[in-house]
């Protein structure tokens, strides 16, 4: 009797320590190699911020507009924050327009600034449809200050289902036409 106990005992004590796997997930956005104009003189800075969830590597999914939920054991490779402000990063110096872009919250003098606010980077389930979405405010300054555009950029792609692969899918689509948005308007500025 007490063997079968002490067995028992033991297999729900192994089956409580037991985590499931963590899933690491990552965007594809290729980044063109083409250069639109030839090399300048001006650098750019790129200041991210976004709400301290997007902050984090954790996958977001809204339940509900009132309901956001965390996945415990499925993330992205880094933070959206991060993820988004390196893309960006590598797609504008490939452009030829920049020197140099770097990320920074400080902006050196002489350096042209674009700011982006990341609002939303996450599934969204409504009913039986599952949709990824970004939403992007950007604005782009000059060295002196002055306002050269601001813009908010918002995609919502339909997943083919509810899984964060078919997430990271959606959203790697999202991003690449979202950085085009933004390499086009800083390009119609100059």
């Keep these: 009797m007490l063997r079968r106990f002490l067995a028992v005992a033991s297999i729900i004590i192994i089956a409580a320590c037991s985590m499931p796997e963590t899933k690491i997930y990552n965007l594809d ?47 992205w490779d880094y933070s959206p924050k991060m993820m988004i402000s390196e893309v960006l990063r590598d797609s504008l110096f490939s452009t ?35 949709y990824g979405e970004i939403v992007l405010e950007v604005a782009y300054f ?17 997943l083919d289902d509810r899984t964060f692969l078919s997430l990271a899918k959606g959203l790697s689509g999202a991003l690449s036409e979202t950085i085009e948005e933004v390499k086009e308007s800083i390009i119609n500025t100059l």
């Design 29 to 75: 956005v290729p980044v063109e190699q083409e250069a639109i104009h030839s090399s300048s003189h001006d650098s750019l800075v790129i200041r991210p911020a976004s709400p301290r969830y997007l902050a984090q590597p954790y996958i977001a999914y809204r339940s509900s507009p009132y309901q956001m939920e965390i996945a415990k054991y499925s993330k």
């Design 96 to 130: 030829g327009l920049f020197r140099d872009v770097k990320i920074l919250n400080i902006v050196p003098k002489e350096y042209y600034l674009l700011d982006l606010n990341l609002k939303r980077f996450e599934r969204v389930d409504e009913g039986s449809r599952s």
């Design 142 to 158: 000059t060295p002196q200050g002055k306002e050269l555009f601001r813009n908010t950029i918002s995609k919502k792609v339909r």
